[in-house]
């Protein structure tokens, strides 16, 4: 019995022994490192994933023990260890996309793959309509298609970015103190081809996200490398072209760089053209000069001219004034232009930690034309505003992280920190007259704001649980430089603001992800705002939580489902179009949202997102409570098919329900259903494609607001919708050639 015993003893200790952390890395035709491919040891259950270079580590390997690797896009491949000593090198071959591949882990929010799989199934329009890849995001256009999207998500009418984070490859997008609006995030710097990966979350809760994440955050990762050089050629109605070339200019396994530029123009569907140009240029250089170094440099220059037809009064449309593509003053319009330089940089210190900084530049010009009133406050010359800047934006951030392991759990713990400095010159909101003469400064400063921001946060994985709590400490120094009062003079405040968040995960199997997120995130206000205000109510934090489900319920259907609530504390808040400080109420959010992938044959997805939202300000009276077009129902669905034989195609559909226009909705936003439809074929080096917005013809206002307002020949003012009318039936062809 003793001889036994010491047996067993004998072989546990050997086998303890023998266990082992196994190096790898997952590679893809052309070498290149596969970034979030899952790992799984079939033996032991553990997970991992292989970073940005496609490296990864499985611990507590055994000879014998069986790795299956998976990852959206790759047949799954599965490794048997046969040396524990040997760095493993796994090649995954392309096929076409399957949800059988799509592994749900508790060492990753699988949210991301939705995004996933649809930038695989549905083409992209324009670079506006990579925020419609995230679920549940709706956006406008309501300015000659130069100015940024006003975004909806969660119950919020975000404007342009104030609630919503949105960076590219880590570089923020969202502008602070920005001329037209706090947070405005002009996203068409950024060409859709270039887009590898989106990576989203909704809600308050990430330790990496500081400013603007209340309803959530995006982040738009851009390919390091080229399958292909590509020419592509796009004609459409409306006079409308687009050019793009993306082109590999070196590749090899340890240096790969490529240059990709787009021209687009058109005169858009309104009766005055709209004269639209737009030019992208975007080149991106990534090396690994030693092992345990990842080097990547990005540079980026956009520009754009336009002129718009504004906001159309529904009054105008209805006594026959004008068409609904008519306009009340076309002499809106606008210029801008940004200039990007990223540096990143990743460290591997050793097997369990690695360092990843990166420090950035933008250059940024933008000049815009509106009238949203017409002859409300000027009856002679009308009531055009001018808002321009030109902003200098310094950054940097650095994040330590580091893996462990103990007898009871393992996990690892991040450590991070970032300094964001806006250097906005001559920020000025200026009353015109058809955009040649100015006839009153109504605001004019120079504007210095500077965010310093820290944080720490663990994931720790005990069994099936994962637990990452969090916190976050944001410093702010606003400063401003009015030029229109004689004596100069700074004004200056300070704030800091702390961001607890405590995020569980619980992998009931490797199908069934259960999740509880809470925690507390903020939006900066513009730092006219926070000098009137002498520092008060100035960092409005939100706090909220998320309680739900990711389940793949058959190897081919992935479900998502999530309960959510959101507190909004009160603020001042800047209105860029007045240069005036309106109070914010506190306001709560609540809502169910609903998104499923299903793959029912190897050619053909379905993808829905249901999204259902009540929306009210807390301290008004009922019936006076609603969030001025806050949507409440939202629904977007489509049927793909990609076949072996290179023929593809698609027909998507989004609607938004009619939701309040003013508090007390005695005026409604209409809401619509609009179709869209795509058909291909590719080949090897070439293929053709058409693609149609507004399949049905459907009328629809893009965006909408209650506006008070008065026309050229009424004695009254008015308050009604004023709109910008959503695209009739549009058509454009397509040629690609990959070489």
Known sequence: ???????????????????????????????????????????TGYHSHSDQNGEFQSKDCTLG???????????????????????????????????????????VDAHHILTDVDIQTTPVNSSQD??????????????????????????????????????????????????????????????????????????PYYQNRGNFTTAGYVDFRTKQRLDNSTLKVEAGQFETYRLLGMFNLMESEKQNAYVATEFLSTDGFFESPQNFNRVNLLGKYTSQPTS????????????????????VPQRAVDSGLISRFGAIDDTEGGATSRSNILVDHTKIIDENSSITSKVYFSKYDFELYSNFTFFLDDPVNGDQIKQKESRN?????????????????????????????????????????????????????DINETNVGAYVGTFIDINKWTFNPSVRVDYFNFQYNDKLV????????????????????????????????????????DSRVVVAEQGSEILPAAYGFDLGYIWKPTPKMLLSMAYWYLYMEQEFVYVGDAGVVEPSGK????????????????????????????????????????????????????????????????????????????????ITAHGYTVTDMNLGYKMKKMSFGIQIQNLFDVEWNETQFATESRLQHETAPV???????????????????NF
């Open 393 to 445: 934006i310094f950054g940097v951030s650095s994040e330590y992280n580091k893996s462990f392991t103990t007898n009871s759990f393992s996990g690892s713990w991040q450590a991070g920190i970032t300094l964001r400095n806006d250097q906005s010159i001559d920020n000025e909101l200026s009353h015109t007259a058809n955009r040649k003469e100015t006839l009153e400064y109504m605001k004019l400063g």
């Open 65 to 107: 023990d069986t790795l299956q690797i998976s990852m959206v896009g790759y047949y799954t491949r599965q490794v048997v260890l046969e040396d524990l000593n040997q760095s493993l090198t796994i090649l995954l071959k392309e096929q076409v996309l399957s949800l059988e591949e799509v592994s749900i882990s508790s060492k």
């Open 1 to 43: 019995m003793k001889i036994h015993y010491l047996t067993c003893i004998l072989l546990l200790f050997s086998s303890a022994l023998s266990a082992q952390t196994i190096m790898g890395k997952i590679i893809g035709a052309k070498k290149n490192g596969i970034s979030g491919a899952n790992i799984v040891n079939k033996s």
């Open 587 to 666: 306001t709560k959010r609540q809502g169910v949202e609903l998104s499923y992938r299903y793959q029912p044959l190897s050619w053909l997805f379905w993808n829905v997102d249901v999204n259902y939202t009540h929306a009210r300000a807390i301290d008004e009276p009922e019936g006076a409570n609603y969030i001025p077009l806050a949507p409440d129902f939202t629904f977007i669905t489509g049927l793909n098919f990609q076949f072996k034989s290179g023929i593809y195609g698609g027909i998507n559909i989004r609607h938004i329900n009619d939701r309040p226009a003013n508090e007390d909705n005695s």
């Open 486 to 525: 004689t004596a100069y003079q700074t004004l200056s405040e300070k704030k800091a603001i702390v961001s607890p968040n405590l995020n569980v995960f619980y992998n009931a199997t490797n199908e069934l992800q259960l999740y509880l997120k809470s925690g507390k995130g903020f939006h900066s206000n």
């Open 719 to 737: 308050e009604e919708i004023h709109f910008t009318p959503g695209n009739p039936f549009y058509l454009k062809g397509i040629i690609q050639y």
């Open 130 to 203: 990579i925020l419609r890849k995230v679920p549940g995001i709706i956006i406008g256009q309501h300015a000659g298609g130069g100015k940024a999207e006003q975004i909806f998500l969660r119950g919020f009418d975000l404007d342009h970015g104030t609630d919503i984070n949105i960076t590219v490859d880590g570089m923020p997008v969202n502008m602070v103190s920005h001329a037209h609006g706090q947070g405005y995030a002009d996203l068409h710097f950024v060409i859709p081809e270039t887009v590898e990966k989106i990576d989203f979350g909704k809600g």
């Open 292 to 311: 345990n170094d990842l080097l990547g440099v990005t540079f980026s220059y956009f520009d754009s001219k336009w002129d718009a037809s504004g906001q």
